[in-house]
Every structure is written in C-alpha cells, then in structure tokens.
C-alpha cells in the first residue's frame, strides 16, 4: 500500500532553515508527481509546492517563492523541502501527497514551528 512518511520538522528561529522529506513506498515513485501541503491551526490545507515526475517542472506557492525549493531523489525514493528564510507564518504542519488513481494519499504530516 502507499506509504509517505515525512520526517525533518521542529523549532526553528525567524530566518532559519529546514529540510523535510518525504519517504516513499508501495508505488511506482519515478511514475509520480509529488507535493508538499501544509495546514496551519485554523486555516485549511494548502499546497505549498510540486514536482513533475523527472523534477524539471516545479511549482511553487506565491508564498514561498525564492525559499523553498522542492527536490526528489528517485533512486532514495525521496522527496525533499529546503526551506530557507523561514517565517512565523511558516508555522504549519506540513504533509506530502501523491495521487494514485483519483485517490489522495497522505503522510502522517511533520510540524514546523518558526518562532523567535
């Protein structure tokens, strides 16, 4: 079955970085188009970024431009999310995705809290 286990969240001061990822398996992971969401207390799930089946194609919330960079690693069946610069708005739990035929799959989600 899929299986997407992010690992790589904490506490991070303002203009601190992170890396996430995003272990895969129970699918074809090269065959996939990956994303990286977050929820923040009270607000609803957003996609933050995504990433085309090879990596070339990469899309990016307006929110994150410039900071985030969204990566893969097929041979690890890895995703990754380099946040730099991070903000307290930053704060969120941040889950990975795949969809597999119509269905969405989730990880378990990794909290980021960016406070000073």
């Known amino acids: 079955q899929v299986q997407l286990v992010e690992s790589g969240g904490g506490l991070v001061q303002p203009g601190g970085s992170l890396r996430l990822s995003c272990a895969a398996s129970?699918?074809?992971?090269?065959?996939?188009?990956l994303s990286w969401y977050r929820q923040a207390p009270g607000k609803e799930r957003e996609r933050v970024a995504v990433?085309?089946?090879?990596?070339?194609?990469?899309n990016y919330a307006d929110s994150v431009k410039g900071r985030f960079t969204i990566s893969r690693d097929n041979a690890k069946n890895t995703m990754y999310l380099q946040m730099n610069s991070l903000k307290p708005e930053d704060t969120a739990v941040y889950y990975c995705?795949?969809?597999?035929?119509?269905?969405?799959?989730w990880g378990q989600g990794t909290q980021v809290t960016v406070s000073a």
């Open positions: 995705n795949t969809i597999k035929l119509g269905a969405n799959y």
């Open positions: 990433i085309s089946v090879i990596g070339g194609i990469t």
């Open positions: 129970g699918f074809t992971f090269s065959g996939s188009t």
